[in-house]
């Protein structure tokens, strides 16, 4: 419904407007002027005024925004009033540190499952009582439950390798930790958290 | 040395440029035509000599890029011809995760310690053995340690109250973690990884 014209640096601010009014909410405030809320996220009023523009506006001139119903429309917005069934595909630390990362958030994404090849770490289960699959388990148990996300934090050759898998238990949206672009049919989205890459943006920054 | 003009677009590409240039390498190509790393990566051929003429080439006419030589040279243009030291700010999962995840990369960035204001997580140890210690020794510790960089995964507030005694400890990046954005003077840098900011643009994407 939004996404005519929404440029991808407009989505990618999103999240951080909505992690201020959440801060805000916190704080009791209850209006707050486009000016301030620049004040405090270091972007220009003008840009913030413009992004939510494209949505609609939301602020009414002279008074500010209304920070519970931004919050909340903003949300609405980045499909957070909707809840999503994930499976994590890894079962390492990094895997169980996102799983239990995402559980902590209670933000509607629920970690269902998790799937490794390692048969060692499926005798153990992750504190929150979540189990731990053999991998080849994967496209059985995709036939049989709804499943949004799959968190994939496994090597990036493994993980190429499991896309047609997904695609046909209609996974939606893959969060891909996997240092690997990933291709995948148009109907289905990646996002990447690529962080290799982003420690040697540090060590770039760092340097000059 | 490099820095004068390169953009914020082509920094964060170079670290890509890096990894495919590494896989190649892997593969044992000698040489690559811009036009076949374009088609790998799914750049433009133009965007890849645009980007690599910002620091002075690497190519020759007709002969394409020597692989090992590209990628020995962006490794230096991102500062990974050096060593640095980290320190681990937090000691949970996420943390201890990416702790591990750092020393796997096996590319000069080694951990030295990690901090804590828990003091039961105090009576284990991570595996490869590093030490830690409670966050109020930090400072102490950074007086006789020279760190490079300190990677934040403590909370919000915890993280920003923290920001004073990296810098005085001469702590020159961060790798930040915690849902936060974080004020650093002018000669130090943050590089922020927004877990639940990507979560949340995956879920915008699903829904558009």
Redesign the interface.
Same mark, same amino acid.
């Given at each position: 419904? *939004?996404?005519k014209g929404?440029s991808k640096a407009v989505?990618?601010r #999103?999240?951080?407007y909505?992690?201020y009014l959440g801060i805000l909410l916190d704080q009791g405030v209850i209006r707050i002027s486009s000016a301030e809320l620049s004040r405090q996220m270091?972007v220009t009023a003008s840009q913030i005024r413009q992004d939510l523009n494209l949505f609609g506006g939301f602020g009414q001139q002279g008074y500010g925004y209304n920070v519970a119903y931004l919050y909340e429309e903003i949300g609405k917005?980045?499909? #957070?009033d @909707?809840t999503?069934r994930l499976i994590m595909i890894g079962a390492?630390?990094?895997a169980?540190?996102?799983g $239990? *990362?995402?559980g902590f !958030?209670k933000?509607g994404?629920q970690v269902e499952a998790f799937f490794d090849r390692d048969p060692e770490k499926h005798l153990h289960r992750p504190d929150n009582d979540i189990m731990i699959y053999p991998l080849e388990e994967m496209e059985t148990y995709l036939k049989n439950h709804q499943i949004?996300?799959a968190v994939i934090a496994i090597p990036a050759d493994a993980a190429r390798k499991i896309i047609p898998i997904l695609d046909k238990g209609g996974v @939606?949206?893959?969060?891909n930790f996997a240092?690997t672009?990933l291709d995948v049919p148009d109907y289905m989205?990646v !996002?990447s958290?690529? #962080? $290799?890459? $982003? #420690?040697? !943006?540090? $060590? *770039?920054?760092?340097?000059?």
């Open positions: 419904m *939004y996404n929404i989505i990618n #999103l999240p951080r909505h992690r270091n917005i980045l499909g #957070l @909707k999503y390492g630390r990094l169980r540190a996102i $239990s *990362y995402v !958030q933000r994404f949004d996300i @939606k949206g893959i969060w240092r672009d989205t !996002q958290v690529h #962080l $290799s890459e $982003s #420690l040697m !943006q540090l $060590s *770039y920054k760092i340097n000059h």
